[in-house]
């Protein structure tokens, strides 16, 4: 008696599965090579011109640090900055906590209310903060308000969306209890909802700060006013030196925000867990 003899399956023979492999890395350089193209990138006259990385990086050093003592407006311009950033997460977090609510599947009132929000919620998402700015500083001018609009705006879409999903996630049980005890829907949100979800918003607000601390410094450059207002006066009038401060002081005020935005959180999961 023979032995049973078992076929492999044309599309798993090693030959097979190389020529594929072949075919997908052959496609995926000739993609690349036409991107490059498209965008006429030339990587031998990003070597050619690497020197004028080089003269800028000379001209910058050593920062001019006696611009702190000799233009008080620098320290006005940071805190601006920060105000901007707290201001535009907090009333975004505040606008997107109400529409997310609206835009989850299981506290909307219905569901073309919530087919409306995540429609409004999706077209915040996608317009770009700057773009925003630009329209904002023809609205009301050039300055702080404007910046501070445009990250409220921007939040309120980033912020929506993920409450919604953190509401959409909640355990059903408490909602059932309070339902089945006579209470509303607002009762429901009130003290089943939100105390599930209340982790889940905390945190993303102190990521969205982060997050509009450095969009605020981009803002500013465009005339949302603040330390990014002050970097490219810096550039517009060749002040390399002045310039390379105004960067280093964005870096330090970035990283001490943070570390302050990680004390605090740890200080209050640490408060929630002792009153449980």
């Avoid at 330390?227 to 030196?241: D, H, M, P, Q, T």
Wanted: proline content about 5%; charged content about 15%.
């Amino acid at each position: 008696m023979s032995a049973p003899s078992f076929a492999v399956p044309h599309a798993l023979l090693p030959s097979v599965r190389l020529r594929r492999r072949l075919v997908i890395l052959a496609g995926s350089i000739a993609a690349l090579a036409g991107l490059l193209v498209y965008l006429r990138v030339d990587p031998i006259a990003a070597v050619r011109d690497f020197h004028y990385v080089t003269d800028l990086i000379r001209e910058m050093l050593p920062p001019n640090f006696r611009l702190l003592a000799v233009k008080p407006s620098i320290w006005n311009s940071l805190v601006q900055t920060v105000s901007m950033a707290f201001l535009g997460t907090l009333v975004g977090a505040g606008i997107a906590l109400v529409l997310s609510v609206l835009a989850a599947s299981n506290t909307s009132p219905n569901r073309w209310t919530r087919l409306a929000v995540r429609t409004l919620l999706a077209t915040e998402r996608c317009t770009p903060n700057i773009v925003v700015l630009l329209v904002l500083l023809i609205a009301v001018g050039i300055g702080p308000f404007a910046a501070t609009l445009s990250l409220s705006i921007g939040s309120v879409g980033m912020f929506g969306k993920l409450f919604a999903d953190a509401i959409e996630h909640v355990d059903p049980g408490p909602s059932e209890a309070i339902a089945a005890a006579g209470g509303g829907r607002l009762h429901a949100i009130r003290y089943a909802v939100l105390p599930q979800v209340l982790p889940s918003v905390v945190a993303n607000c102190f990521y969205a700060f982060d997050v509009n601390l450095r969009a605020a410094v981009a803002l500013g450059i465009f005339g949302g006013g603040g330390i990014g207002f002050e970097l490219n006066v810096a550039r517009s009038v060749l002040r390399y030196k002045d310039m390379f401060a105004c960067l280093i002081l964005i870096m330090v005020l970035i990283n001490l925000m943070e570390r302050v935005a990680d004390f605090i959180r740890k200080r209050l999961f640490s408060m929630e867990g002792e009153l449980r």
